[in-house]
């Protein structure tokens, strides 16, 4: 902190981190508490939610049930989902759904005004709720983001970077941000983590780049429970092309009937698994992968999908037509992307933490509904979900006072540290996570991928400094900050991963093909990651009092 560098305390009851789905929906909720959104986007809505194109599952159709919508969210979770918060999820998500057709949000429906429900794989059943087509994510939170800015309660901070929690004897007392023009304290007793994922962590993706695990990496740094951490959903058909994010390609195009053909124009799926496009997304992003790992492309015919479905999907269009190609002319190239983190911070069935007055909520969070593989829709469902029951429980949770605590002194970085010299380093890592620990692993690949991260990690903390008269503007630091979760980020998915020493659901190890009967352990926190490397003075920079 310099004098140039203004630091501002702000005071709140809560804080809500993120500006997708989840963090809006709690954010909502808690009207007319005196709520303060923290997002680092430009405006609202920001984050995954809005690339979401796949809808929202819930037995909300004729004959569907709850129950149904569960055994199907466990099977696909191989073997890790906990049954109880799967029959939570679905029955609230049910619920959530009917009150969101009832409030008039735009879904798509029928001439009775009944909703329009699409099939995904692994379903049992058509339950999945759009809206625009495959704009479900765009504008269900479009819409919300209307509402949170119309709430008199809400303070919306935008371009705001979280940088750490406060700590004081291990009770969670605010946030330091990085804002754009300068620092500030959020001073509060409750804060709800809805940051969303870490897809942009790994070098091909189709999340938006702000999905670098600030929140997973903020929680690890104050050291709160993590798990499941190496299970990162690939998405299977994610265009080929050459851009960051990669345009997806919803599963909803397989569901009304695309086809996937290998480089001779061949179906390839039915050899591959019984439901042939509408396998599990692990099975058919593996089938995928594998080919194109060989140097063979791969190709989604979109036709008779736009032919059972014309208008049914705007935005798959639009990203073609971006890139040049025709999906009525001829077959797309697609390649698997990371997608989803089934991992996370882990939370209960009210999304609380480890840590008194931390909660968190979405993606950030693991609440144990995803297992090993996350069921196609669910994510916009957990979202919704979980940020009502965060609300409803930081609503009715008494809490102490503060205590008094002196203002954290924020991170410095060098006064000479650039933008290039920081994305060199981000591409890097992206790299290293990407090729060690992506769709397919191995111990051997793992293990380059932790010493790349380890030196990278090195490398950004020499950047820091000391001296109080030659740090970097906020803009560097925030950068500074996005590369330093990242990277830790990356080598907590790195040293989950190996340390299970099985193929489980989206973990799919080369060097231990099969699932182990022996149960592992799922949870870590940060000092084991120190208990396997070196602990980097950056790891530990949570403001802890
Ligand atoms: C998709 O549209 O294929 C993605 C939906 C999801 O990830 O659940």
Redesign the pocket.
Known sequence: MTSSTPYDVRDAEVIVVGSGLAGMTAVLQLAPRAVTLITKTAGLPGGSSLY????IAAAVGPGDRPEDHAADTVAAGAGLVDAAMAALLTRDGAAQVRRLLADGLPFDRAPDGSPLLGR?AAHGAARIVHAGG?ATGRTLVTALAERVLATPSVRVETDAFAVDLVLRNGRVCGLLACHGQGWVLHRAPRVILATGGIGATFARTTNPAEATGDGLAIAARAGARLADLEFVQF?P?ALAVDADPVP?L???LRGAGALLLDGQGHRFMPDEHPLAELAPRDVVARAIGRRVAAGEPVFLDLRPALAAKPGGFPTVLALCAEHGLDPFAEPMPVAPAA??HMGGVVTDADGRTSLEGLWACGEVACTGVHGAN?L?????LEALVFGARVARDVAERPLAPLPPFALPRPPAVAADVSHILLDAIGAEARSALYDGAGLVRDGLGLLAARRKLDRLAAALDTLRCEDNDAEAPPAIVRHWGEARNRLLVGRLVVHAALAREESRGAHCRSDHPLPTPASMSRTLTLSDLAGFAAPLPGDAACCIL
Request: proline fraction near 0%.
């Open positions: 979401a194109q796949g809808g995904e495959d998405h058909t997806l919803t599963e909803a997608h989803y996350r196609a829709s669910n994510s916009l």
